[in-house]
């Protein structure tokens, strides 16, 4: 085969793979389809919300009221459901316990976040907002730290589709023509 095929043969080869890396292409006159983007369902920022609230002196009940106006919708019903139950005099515990738990991971894990966030400080009386402050810098500490890892991981899982393009290239465009230059003619 001679060089020239084998450098078509390259490129040809790196298109299908530059174009398969693309996807599909977007569906215009689609609708979106609803989901977290329809309100906030990051934990930190949730957490730093209600503890500016408790800060400026808000009382728990209402500053579980004013953030479930701006959550995600299976959250905004949980932390409704808590508020009504916390302020007909329900318990702590059993106010978070009443009603239907948010579908999804994401929901699940912002509502049992604020509930223990808050819930040392309701139980003990412990000043919460600096608790809350804590919990949420906290948390944005394991986020960072699991999206470098994943970074990492993700320039070692580079390595094998980067050779794969590379090395033949190299042999081509690098090794065979020395090789052929060596050859005797005649």
């Not at 793979?17 to 292409?25: D, I, M, N, Q, Y």
């Amino acid at each position: 085969m001679s060089t020239g095929a084998s450098v078509g043969l390259l490129l040809l080869a790196a298109s299908m793979v530059l174009g398969a890396s693309r996807g599909v292409p977007e569906v215009r006159g689609r609708a979106p389809e609803p989901g977290p983007r329809d309100g906030i369902i990051d934990v930190p920022l949730m957490l730093d919300l209600i503890g500016a609230m408790l800060t400026a002196g808000a009382p728990v009940t209402h500053a579980l009221g004013v953030l479930a106006d701006s959550c995600a919708e299976p959250v905004a019903l949980k932390l409704r459901g808590v508020r009504g139950a916390l302020e007909v005099g329900a318990e702590w515990n059993s106010a978070w316990d009443s009603g239907p738990a948010p579908r999804g991971r994401a929901g699940r894990t912002a509502v049992d976040e604020l509930r223990s966030a808050l819930g040392f400080a309701a139980v003990t009386g412990a000043p919460s907002a600096a608790i809350v402050h804590a919990r949420a810098a906290q948390l944005r500490r394991r986020q960072n730290r699991a999206l470098e890892r994943r970074a990492a991981a993700l320039g070692v899982r580079l390595v094998v589709p980067l050779g794969v393009c590379a090395l033949p290239a190299f042999a081509c465009l690098g090794v065979v023509p020395v090789v052929l230059a060596l050859l005797p003619t005649g």
